[in-house]
């Protein structure tokens, strides 16, 4: 089992930067697969960025390449969503979510646990 906590979440105005932390509680967390995804209001969950359990591997949906990144320090068992030039679009509810499976998928049913997400707000 393993428990995700996010938090960094908070009011920005366009242009500006956040750092998103997940922190993993769990025997095995820094095994897993790690991923972000968002959903704003009267919108589906979106994926965001992923990263495989070891770092070496990454992945961004097309909106945010380029602007986030994502980062694991797995000796703190913490994964990072580094966002720079936010943009009002990016308003919405961030989730941290872990995978099991082999790989680093970006679809939200392929992930087994999930935090209970931050909000993020960009104003204009």
């Known amino acids: 089992q393993v428990q995700l906590v996010e938090s960094g979440g908070g009011l920005v105005q366009a242009g500006g930067s956040l750092r998103l932390s997940c922190a993993a509680s769990?025997?095995?967390?820094?095994?897993?697969?790690m991923g972000w995804f968002r959903q704003a209001p009267g919108k589906e969950r979106e994926f965001v960025a992923a990263?495989?359990?070891?770092?070496?591997?990454?992945y961004y949906a097309d909106s945010v390449k380029g602007r986030f990144t994502i980062s694991r320090d797995n000796a703190k068992n913490t994964v990072y969503l580094q966002m720079n030039s936010l943009k009002p679009e990016d308003t919405a509810v961030y989730y941290c979510?872990?995978?099991?499976?082999?790989?680093?998928?970006?679809?939200?049913?392929?992930?087994?646990?999930w935090g209970q997400g931050t909000q993020v707000t960009v104003s204009s």
């Open positions: 990263i495989s359990w070891r770092g070496g591997n990454t």
């Open positions: 979510a872990a995978t099991r499976r082999i790989g680093v998928p970006t679809e939200s049913y392929r992930y087994d646990y």
């Open positions: 769990g025997r095995t967390a820094s095994s897993y697969a």
